[in-house]
């Protein structure tokens, strides 16, 4: 049975009040009414969780957060999506947001709180105002806090978190563990605004205001002690090591701590191993490419790289010579499918192969696959 089957006839001509967003009305039925307007609010119709649902004007809001007299806002009700059409609401997003419900709700029970609805439609005024009185941007709904219900329904952008941190949020009572499936862009921003927070901010400024001098060790030691106040969780590293976007590795490396650099060496070096999964040295070679190519912290030197990186061609090349010497082709062949992305560097031109076909007297099935191979 659908909500609006077994709502009352007041609560019925309250939503419809609610869709023509008519303030004058509204209040007219307001002072018409012999009971308290929270009398019409029950378990599956909340009218603050309604009007912001329905994009009512801010007045509407607060004239129904003062009618109601609510003694918390951190509660959830069902959401009654079903009872009103938003086709012809000025954003897209929530539009496609709406027409998606029936598969969100599966995950989330369908219930909302009216901090979660007020995020959802990007009503910062509205979203101030609740957080003003008493609206906790912690609040869990299923197990859930707020902004990973929003990453969920596809909702989150960078100014609904931007907003939740100017107001108060951070990682102090979100982990950040909680953010490991979260676009990178949140996760840089949550832990920047957590390290070089406003403490952080009022010692540089006061620095600047009284003109104070510093000795570069010591803003250094004072920068390492903000950035030192969190610990990344592995898996977070992990997640962008196998991806091998090690950009994203690099950055979260300079919170790691400078004191733990060997340490981090061997945990890359570890998870490098690990991840070799085709034991074909691929993600070794991968990794100290993107030393040697680029200008980056890691506690890696490029002379170090391209040891390691030589030392990965070489073992290959023996690897080959064997082979061809057992004249075992069917391993031959594997190998060097298996290593195909490395291949070019083992032999820069076709007459180093010829060389190797002749000093070997390789069998005719060697040559064929290694024609195949080295495009000879």
Known sequence: MKTNDILSEKQK?????????????????INSLKTPLYFLNSTNFDLLTLALSLNCTFYIIKLIYNRCNYKTLNYVVKDIYHLYDMSNHKDETIVNYQN???????????????????????????????????????????????????????????????????N??????????????????????????????????????????????ISKRKFNHRVNNEINKIEIPMELYLK???????????????????????????????????????????????????????????PFSKEYAINENETIIINKKLKIVELIKNNNNLKLETFLKNNNYILHCLYSSKSEILNLINEYNVSSDIVDILRKYFLI
């Open 168 to 213: 108060g949020f951070s990682l102090k009572k979100f982990k950040i563990e909680r953010l490991s499936n979260f676009e990178f862009k949140y996760i840089k921003k949550c832990l920047e605004n957590f390290v070089f927070d406003i403490n952080f901010i009022k010692y540089l400024l006061n620095l600047y205001k009284n003109k104070a001098g």
């Open 240 to 298: 962008y090591l196998d991806r091998k976007d090690y950009k994203k590795v690099e950055y979260l490396y300079k919170y790691y701590g400078t004191e733990k650099t060997r340490s981090f060496k061997d945990f890359i070096l570890f998870y490098l191993n690990y991840f070799d999964r085709n034991f074909n040295k691929k993600s070794f070679y991968d990794f100290f490419n993107f030393i040697i190519n680029n200008e980056n912290t890691f």
């Open 100 to 166: 998606s419900l029936e598969v969100l709700m599966d995950s989330n029970n369908n219930v909302k709180s009216p901090l979660l609805v007020s995020l959802e439609f990007s009503d910062f005024q509205s979203v101030e105002f609740l957080i003003n009185k008493g609206a906790d941007m912690y609040f869990k709904i299923n197990g859930k806090y707020i902004l990973e219900i929003l990453r969920e329904e596809n909702l989150l952008t960078m100014r609904k978190l931007n907003f939740l941190l100017k």
């Open 13 to 29: 001509l309250i939503l419809e009040l609610l869709k023509s967003n008519n303030i004058d009305k509204l209040k007219d039925f």
